[in-house]
C-alpha cells in the first residue's frame, strides 16, 4: 500500500471571501460568526465545495495533471470552522493508493482533516497512471 505526501492547506476568513466571490455561495455561515453560531455552528465554517475543492488539488498534484483525474467523489463528514485571525486552519489531506484497475487507473482512498477530525468520508479519486 502507497502513501502519498501528505497535503496541507491554509485556510483563512480572506479565502472564504474570494471563495464565496468565485463561486457565488454567499450564504451567511460562511462570514458571520453571529449567524453560524445562532444556528447550532461553532462559528464560521469554510464552504463544503471550497473543502471538496482542497482535497481535489492534492489529487492532481499526486496525479501530476488535473486531466489526470478520471474521477472524484467525498460526502461530507463535519464542518471545517475558521477563526476570525490571521492564521485560520489547516486541512490536512492524505491519500493512499488501494489498487489498480485492468485499465491502468489507479484508486486514491482519501483522508481530509481539521485538527484531527475527518472532515470527508468516502472520499476517493480515480486517476490515470501511478501517482508520484
Known sequence: ???LPTQTYRVTRADL???AGASGDFNVIHWSDRIATKVGLPGVIAHGMFTMALAGRA???WAGAADAVVDFNVRFARPVPVPDDDEGTEIEIRGVVKGQTEDGLTQIDITATCHGEKV???ARAIVRGQPA
Open 1 to 3: 500500500m502507497t502513501e
Open 17 to 19: 471571501v474570494r471563495y
Open 59 to 61: 489529487v492532481t498534484a
Open 120 to 122: 470527508l468520508s468516502q
